[in-house]
């Protein structure tokens, strides 16, 4: 298997007879994130059990350990934390490299604006043309002094940390759940309570996590209010459950295959984060969820997926922020659905590792399927007969992971160009493409 393991950078796939067996999806990238961020700042060790090993929550590791907090890496997918309080997080000595992800550098900024020292967050050229004004803008009203290029809305992000100034309640006009935490991670500096409004539900991992470490968080509606601890946050032992935007490859891919039987093994469930299923529960998807547990404080099951055959829908509203990082994978289901798949209100795609309307109407494109562009997502004509061809991952981990779900059910040979962006959120993918039948192949030059 070690040849998956190489930074490939084309790979080719075609539909196997059949997609068999089970899967343990990685860690949920959300969860690793915050177990990580969070430990840091509490007083005491955590264990981290079935952590997402990946670039993105690697940049989170390394600089959480920038910041002075000891990470040990225990083996077995644990890590242990060894958190110092706040009193143990010091100023980094360079900056603080978020790779490719969004998430590492909008926790850590809302999270560094109550730290009285300087930190300075820069990424790669994609993560440096994403939008940083939706949380500039609101760390601001917090009274924290933080800058950013092209006028606060552009990494690098400058925090010149501080106490900050508590009775705030701000409204975002995105449903974002990292522009929701970083409001919270700042609101646990500030003296007394900050509420933070959006417009619909995002994910929630940040109020559980906090809530069990003993902040006091109260949730109504769609609104957070957070009132931090007398001390120290403590330290919590976390169980990261399956990834279902990993998951949502193979959900896809043996729901639209003729012949497919996969089991997705202890996957998270949350409300927050389940939207796909819903989605295709209503396409005429054959899901089952089976073990259903509480690890951790959050709903895990395996997933139990058949081959189905698919109506299209309509795909807006609050759904959308429940299933944002699926879209492209739905966007698929539903050029192989019959009748035609919308997509609204997700303007926000635009704004993801890529521009995931653009890449994701490309791809589908490329492989024969018909697809109209929105200012705010896409419109999917049905019943597409996909014919392999080259699509390109555009330095995006859900485009690669598209570009082989894609791959498994058209007719002919997909390559993906591109293919080794996976290593942000999923290492193992094409090992496990080939675990379940396929034989994904290194691309000839
Ligand atoms: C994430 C939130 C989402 C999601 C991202 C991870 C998080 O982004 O797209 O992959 O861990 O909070 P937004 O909150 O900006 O929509």
Redesign the pocket.
């Known amino acids: 298997m070690t040849m998956y393991n190489l930074p490939v950078d084309r790979m080719t796939v075609s539909r196997p007879p059949r997609l068999r067996g089970a899967v343990q999806v990685p860690g949920d990238?959300?969860i690793t994130?915050?177990a990580l961020l969070f430990n840091a700042i509490a007083a005491g060790d955590a264990t981290v059990t079935g952590f997402l090993d990946a670039a993105d929550t690697r940049d989170t590791l390394e600089a959480v350990r920038a910041l002075g907090v000891k990470v040990d890496e225990v083996g077995d997918g644990r890590l242990v934390v060894h958190g110092r309080g706040r009193a143990g997080v010091t100023e980094a000595a360079d900056v603080l490299d978020c790779g490719n992800s969004?998430?590492t550098m909008?926790?850590l900024s809302g999270l560094l604006a109550g730290f009285p020292f300087m930190s300075v967050l820069s990424g790669d050229a994609s993560l440096r043309r994403r939008p940083m004004g939706r949380i500039v803008q609101p760390l601001r009203t917090l009274g924290a002094r933080v800058t950013a290029r092209a006028e606060g809305t552009l990494p690098p992000i400058v925090v010149e940390g501080g106490p900050l100034a508590g009775g705030q309640h701000i409204e975002t006009p995105?449903?974002?759940?990292?522009?929701?935490?970083a409001i919270l991670l700042a609101g646990l500096a500030a003296d007394g309570s900050t509420q933070v409004t959006e417009p619909a539900h995002?994910?929630d991992?940040?109020e559980r996590m906090l809530g069990a470490m003993g902040a006091d968080v109260v949730i109504e509606g769609t609104s957070v209010t957070l009132t931090p601890p007398e001390g120290d946050l403590h330290a919590i032992d976390v169980h990261v459950p399956g990834d279902i935007?990993t998951a949502a490859a193979w959900i896809v891919a043996a729901t639209l295959h003729p012949d497919a039987d996969l089991v997705l093994a202890r996957v998270g469930v949350s409300r927050s984060r389940a939207g796909i299923i819903d989605v295709l529960s209503a396409m005429g998807a054959d899901i089952e969820m089976e073990n259903p547990a509480v690890v951790g404080g959050e709903p895990v099951a395996d997933l139990h997926v058949r081959s189905a055959g698919l109506r299209g829908v309509r795909i807006d509203g609050v759904v959308v922020?429940r299933a944002?990082?699926e879209l492209p994978l739905l966007a698929l289901a539903g050029a192989l659905a019959e009748g035609d798949t919308v997509i609204a209100d997700a303007a926000?795609l635009r704004v993801?590792e890529s521009d995931r309307v653009a890449t994701t109407a490309a791809t589908l494109r490329a492989l024969g399927a018909e697809v109209e562009e929105h200012d705010d997502g896409l419109a999917v004509a049905g019943g597409a007969q996909l014919r392999g061809a080259p699509v390109e991952a555009a330095g995006d981990h859900r485009l690669a992971m598209l570009g082989a779900v894609a791959g498994l059910l058209a007719e002919g040979e997909t390559t993906v160009s591109g293919a080794g962006a996976v290593a942000v959120s999923y290492p193992d993918f094409w090992a496990d493409l080939a675990r379940v039948g396929a034989s994904p192949a290194a691309a000839r030059a």
Do not use: F, Y
Not at 174 to 181: G, R, W
């Open positions: 990238k959300s994130h915050r969004g998430t909008r926790l995105v449903a974002s759940a990292q522009v929701k935490s995002s994910r991992h940040t935007s922020p944002i990082d926000e993801k």
